[in-house]
């Protein structure tokens, strides 16, 4: 993993600081146990099917003997994830006003691929590579007046995409494979003033409205599921709140 961050101040009222992170995570958990009994007292499904190799003679009590130092999978637990995240903020103070943009970008690549009954054997293995991307986008602008009144305003801009597209095993064949997609768009207008009755008492009112789309889209080509929905939600969410200050440390509000 490596990151960090550059800042950049050309003049006294500008500056723009960059933030960003790069991680590879090619992780190797330790791999399934399968702890199923072949005792005739116990009876176990799991076992009986599939026996003697899917038992727990075959695989969690030989690794007990050897004080779980060793598995008995035929492949290795693979959950890897690679990506980038990338922030970029300006802020320019022009008279009584800090104009702010805040720009995000995240993107990244997952995949668990594992043989998930702990047997010593390719009993049951799922493959699933995801794929997400994430966008977002803030314009502010917040005053720096002298008298009992401030306010801060802004546009918002969300957008994230999510793809599955994976398949499982069993006994080395084919048994299911399916496909996902999911999207969301949102977009939000706020605005939020301040008011300074005394030297301790403070009201703020503000609102927000909130716009969300969703889309979905699932298809799983062996057990004949298929899903696809849209949607769009919207909302206002108001906030109105008495803030006093007892202290320099200490600050009650309702």
Known sequence: QFGGSILFTPTDNFEALLTFDIYDD???PPELLNQSTDDPRETDLFCVLVNPVACASA???LSARKDYTESYSPIPFLSSIEGHNLIGEMNWDIGNFT???ITAMQDFDELLDIENSGAPLLLFTPYRPGTYEQFSQEFRAQSQFDGPFNFVAGLFYFNSEYTMDGNADLLGGRVTGFYHYQEVDAYSVFGEGTYDITQQLRLTVGA?????????DHDNWFGGFTFQGEDTWSEVTPRVSLDYSLNNDVMAYV
Request: glycine share 0%; net charge negative; hydrophobic share 30%.
């Open 26 to 28: 090619q992780s190797h």
């Open 99 to 101: 104009l702010t943009s």
């Open 59 to 61: 695989s969690a009590d």
């Open 208 to 216: 927000r409205w909130t716009e969300e789309e969703k889309l979905a």
